[in-house]
């Protein structure tokens, strides 16, 4: 009832009036509400409404009838879908896929969701708009947390190298924890880091890279860093540098650490 554009929080409150009762807002809107920033703008209001109501979408009111309605969880005093279901069905509208994916590992990283969750849900969900999300949502199911751990998974299974495990906890011959690598080969105890330089190099987390890296020295594991950035830069050169390292981890006694406790 004023000049002006709607504000953010008026424009959702009023799709839901759009919705009706029962209504929740989904797609990129509830993704703010759950906290999670690395998404792209949001635009419309995406709202779930139950299947037999019929409601049309208006303006700037996306309405989608569902005969799966999730059960709501209220953020900041408005009903929204849990994650899983949110980050798919905005996913699904979406033709890039670096932003599908950055949009699905920053849920699994900050374990809003876990993978097993988001495949459950990409399975029963509607299929349409589907294709991207699911080749994004392969490499977190086979472990990486992370874009640039999941641009490894693809830089990995190129290098033609035996299966790798992804983020599993290695200790020492005495059962001491030695660090979580990247990247495990436990055949012959070669470890491969991503290592951001914008964080790894800043404050307490530079000490930290430089203590693990003392103890994958210490108990003679091999370990090759190497930069996100390069992953999809210099793919040939990781390639090689990874085959390298681990011919090298081949041609030396392997140290008496493991996977498995």
Known sequence: MHPGEATAEQRLRAGLLRGGPGAIITGLWALRRHGLRQLPEPGDVHLLIPHQREVTSAGFVLVERTTRMPGALTKE??????????????????????????????????????????????????????????????????????????????????SGLPAAEWNVPVFGRGGEFIAKPDAWCEDVAFAWEIDSRTYHESGDFYAATLARNARYSAAGISCLQTLPSRLRTEQAKVITELRDAYTAACARPRPPVTCRP
């Not at 993978?115 to 029963?124: T, V, Y």
């Open 77 to 158: 005093g408005l009903p929204v879908a849990p994650v899983d279901r949110a980050v798919l069905d905005g996913a699904r509208r979406i033709r890039d896929f670096d932003v599908v994916q950055g949009m699905l590992a920053e849920a699994v990283q900050r374990r809003r969701c876990s993978a097993e969750q988001l495949d459950r849900e990409l399975r029963l969900g509607s299929q349409r708009g589907s294709a991207i999300p699911r080749r994004a949502l392969q490499a977190l199911l086979n472990g990486p947390e992370s874009v640039a751990e999941a641009d490894a998974w693809e830089v990995w299974k190129l």
